[in-house]
């Protein structure tokens, strides 16, 4: 199984990448690529780039990611209550390719994670409206909450409510992969 893992920041100490990378290291007989979204900036959308210089590179390199995998585990950074800048300009220029969905009717697990308590849920919410129409079927959501209280590097989880959640929905996950 080819897995697609990236976070939805491009921050070098993105919090919302640990957990992916952590998400990522549960499927341990899987081929994961652990995506970093500095790697793919790109000129902000809009009509008239596209019109004058087309469709980046990189975005036909981050579609061909989304395609080659069999699952994707996304964790969405929460900025100001929607995306992150870095995610939605990829998000835009993607749905600019001819023929496509964003997410190539890709299974999803979708996550996020904020030092608030919050956990990042609107960003959640609004991703989850929106997969239908992107191509993106989400298999399962996680929220953690205050990331610094309820995590620790090279451990995970710390709050037992939380990391029997997480383990219930990776659990959830691969048996839906199977099937």
Same mark, same amino acid.
């Given at each position: 199984?080819?897995?697609?893992?990236?976070?939805?920041?491009?921050?070098?100490?993105?919090?919302?990448?640990?957990?992916?990378?952590?998400?990522?290291?549960? *499927?341990?007989?899987?081929?994961?690529?652990?995506?970093?979204?500095?790697?793919?900036?790109?000129?902000?959308?809009?009509?008239?780039?596209?019109?004058?210089?087309?469709?980046?590179?990189?975005?036909?390199?981050?579609?061909?990611?989304?395609?080659?995998?069999?699952?994707?585990?996304?964790?969405?950074?929460?900025?100001?209550?929607?995306?992150?800048?870095?995610?939605?300009?990829?998000?835009?220029?993607?749905?600019?390719?001819?023929?496509?969905?964003? *997410?190539?009717?890709?299974?999803?697990?979708?996550?996020?994670?904020?030092?608030?308590?919050?956990?990042?849920?609107?960003?959640?919410?609004?991703?989850?409206?929106?997969?239908? *129409?992107?191509?993106?079927?989400?298999?399962?959501?996680?929220?953690?909450?205050?990331?610094?209280?309820?995590?620790?590097?090279?451990?995970?989880?710390?709050?037992?409510?939380?990391?029997?959640?997480?383990?219930?929905?990776?659990?959830?996950?691969?048996?839906?992969?199977?099937?």
């Amino acid at each position: 199984m080819k897995i697609l893992a990236f976070a939805g920041s491009s921050s070098k100490k993105s919090i919302n990448k640990k957990l992916v990378k952590f998400a990522a290291s549960q *499927f341990e007989d899987a081929d994961v690529e652990l995506l970093d979204l500095h790697d793919y900036e790109m000129p902000i959308y809009s009509s008239d780039r596209e019109e004058t210089d087309g469709i980046p590179a990189k975005a036909l390199e981050f579609a061909e990611k989304i395609d080659a995998a069999d699952l994707i585990l996304l964790s969405l950074a929460e900025h100001n209550s929607s995306y992150s800048t870095a995610f939605k300009n990829i998000f835009d220029w993607v749905s600019r390719i001819q023929g496509r969905k964003h *997410f190539g009717g890709k299974d999803v697990f979708l996550m996020s994670t904020a030092t608030g308590p919050g956990g990042g849920k609107n960003v959640v919410e609004a991703f989850t409206k929106r997969a239908p *129409f992107s191509g993106a079927e989400i298999l399962e959501t996680f929220i953690l909450p205050r990331f610094n209280d309820n995590f620790i590097e090279g451990q995970g989880i710390t709050d037992p409510d939380k990391a029997a959640e997480f383990n219930e929905k990776i659990l959830r996950v691969k048996q839906q992969l199977v099937h």
